[in-house]
Nanobody, 120 residues
Framework: VQLVESGGGSVQAGGSLRLSCEAS????????MAWFRQAPGKEREGVAV???????FYSDSVKGRFTISKDTAKNTLYLQMNNLKPEDTAMYYC???????????????WGQGTQVTVSS
């Protein structure tokens, strides 16, 4: 499974962006999909996850501002990001697996990332 992210960019604080992650195939391998981010000098952190059986889950830092969704017909994962803050600046990655890993690192498939920069 190949994952390709898009939609990153530069915005001012309070603005919005929608990230997309297109999967090369729709199989059981993309049963669970998630968004992670990594800022310079920091560890990669889980942001949001969506699973057909479990539902959605968000990190406390983005809860209420970000929304994860999945269009199965288009094999595409989305992350709608509203009320962006400078601390949201990071490289954003999507991940997929047949198993549920929540916001952990166990995902087998990863994209190359898309940069999000939020200025104050």
């Amino acid at each position: 499974v190949q994952l390709v992210e898009s939609g990153g960019g530069s915005v001012q604080a309070g603005g919005s962006l929608r990230l997309s992650c297109e999967a090369s195939t729709s199989t059981y391998s993309t049963h669970c999909m998630a968004w992670f981010r990594q800022a310079p000098g920091k560890e990669r952190e889980g942001v949001a996850v969506i699973d057909s059986d479990v539902g959605t889950f968000y990190s406390d830092s983005v809860k209420g501002r970000f929304t994860i969704s999945k269009d199965t017909a288009k094999n595409t994962l989305y992350l709608q990001m509203n009320n962006l803050k400078p601390e949201d600046t990071a490289m954003y990655y999507c991940a997929a697996d047949r198993q549920y890993y929540g916001l952990g690192y166990g995902y087998h498939y990863w994209g190359q990332g898309t940069q999000v920069t939020v200025s104050s």
